[in-house]
C-alpha cells in the first residue's frame, strides 16, 4: 500500500486548488445537466436514488413530496431530520444542489419562513430554482455562491445545514468561519460529511476523481473539528457515523472498482477509516 500523505488542500498553491475547484464545479454541472449520473457524494451510480436516500435516512413521505428532479442521490446523510426547525425561521443550505434539503426545510419553515440555497453551480442553481418555482415553493431562494464566501448577510440566520459539501471546499476553515458570520447569536447547525479515521494512501489522496466524489478532500476527524471550534462554533455532537466506504462498496461496486484500478490501492484496504458523519453545533449567545 502506498504511503499515507498528510498533505492538505489548504496548504495548496492557489492555482492548484482553483484548479480542484473548477473540477467539482464541472463535475456537478454535468450531474445536474443530466450528462452524468449521480456519482458524487451518494455515489448513486447504478442506484436508484430513492433507495440510496431511503438508506441515509430519508423517509418515504418526504421522498414522495420532492419536486421532481430535486433528489440527485448526492448526500451522505439526512441532516434535516436533526435540524428542528421551526415555523418562520430561515435556514441556509450550503451546496444546495438539486434542492433536496431546501425543499424539505420549506415544509418546516413555512410560508413564514425562508430558506436560502447556496451552490457553486449555475446549472443546480437553475435546476433548483425551476423546481422551487414549479412547486411554487416562494420562500425558498438560491443564490449562487462559494462556501468561503457566502452570499449572507451578518447574523440573519437561525440555522445551517448541509450534505456531504464541504469536504469538497479545500479551505475548509473559510467556510466555517462564515456559518459563524451568517448565524445569529445561538443559531446551530446540522451537518452531514465526510472525514477520515487517519490520513489515506498517496494515490488516492491524490486522485482529483477521488476528490470530486468526496473522498480526497476530507480531513482527519481532529483537524476538521479542530477548524469548527476556532471558528467559534461549539457544542458539538456526533450524531451518526457511519462506515463511507463499506456504504459506497454495497452501492456502488463499480466505482469502487475503477478508484482501485486507477490509483492502484486496494480501496478495501482503507474501509473504516473513511466515515461519514452527520453532527450538530451552535454560535454561542455570546
Do not use: W
Amino acid at each position: 500500500m502506498s504511503t499515507p500523505t498528510t498533505t492538505t488542500p489548504e496548504t495548496a498553491p492557489p492555482a492548484a486548488t482553483e484548479a480542484v475547484v473548477e473540477r467539482v464545479r464541472d463535475r456537478y454541472g454535468r450531474i445536474a445537466s443530466g450528462e452524468l449520473a449521480g456519482c458524487g457524494c451518494g455515489s448513486a451510480c447504478g442506484t436508484a436514488e430513492a433507495d440510496l436516500s431511503r438508506e441515509l435516512g430519508y423517509s418515504q413521505q418526504e421522498l414522495a413530496a420532492m419536486p421532481a428532479g430535486a433528489n440527485l442521490g448526492l448526500g451522505c446523510g439526512a441532516p434535516l431530520a436533526h435540524l428542528a426547525l421551526a415555523p418562520g425561521e430561515t435556514v441556509v443550505d450550503l451546496g444546495s444542489g438539486g434542492g433536496i434539503d431546501a425543499f424539505l426545510a420549506a415544509s418546516q419553515v413555512g410560508p413564514s419562513g425562508r430558506v436560502i440555497g447556496v451552490d457553486m453551480t449555475p446549472e443546480m442553481i437553475a435546476r433548483a430554482s425551476a423546481a422551487a418555482e414549479r412547486a411554487g415553493l416562494a420562500q425558498v431562494e438560491f443564490r449562487q455562491g462559494r462556501l468561503e464566501r457566502l452570499p449572507v448577510e451578518d447574523a440573519t440566520v437561525d440555522a445551517v445545514t448541509s450534505n456531504c459539501v464541504i469536504n469538497l471546499v479545500p479551505d475548509k476553515s473559510a467556510v466555517f468561519r462564515e456559518v459563524a458570520r451568517v448565524l445569529k447569536p445561538g443559531g446551530r447547525l446540522v451537518i452531514s460529511d465526510i472525514v477520515l479515521e487517519r490520513a489515506l494512501p498517496a494515490a488516492i489522496a491524490g486522485d482529483v476523481l477521488a476528490y470530486v466524489g468526496c473522498v480526497a478532500g476530507a480531513e482527519t476527524r481532529a483537524d476538521y473539528f479542530a477548524r469548527l471550534a476556532e471558528a467559534g462554533l461549539g457544542e458539538i455532537e456526533i450524531l451518526a457515523d457511519r462506515d463511507y466506504l463499506a456504504s459506497l462498496l454495497a452501492a456502488a461496486p463499480q466505482e469502487v472498482e475503477e478508484l482501485s484500478r486507477r490509483t492502484g490501492v486496494a480501496v478495501e484496504a482503507v474501509a473504516g477509516s473513511v466515515r461519514s458523519l452527520t453532527y450538530r453545533a451552535r454560535r454561542p449567545l455570546g
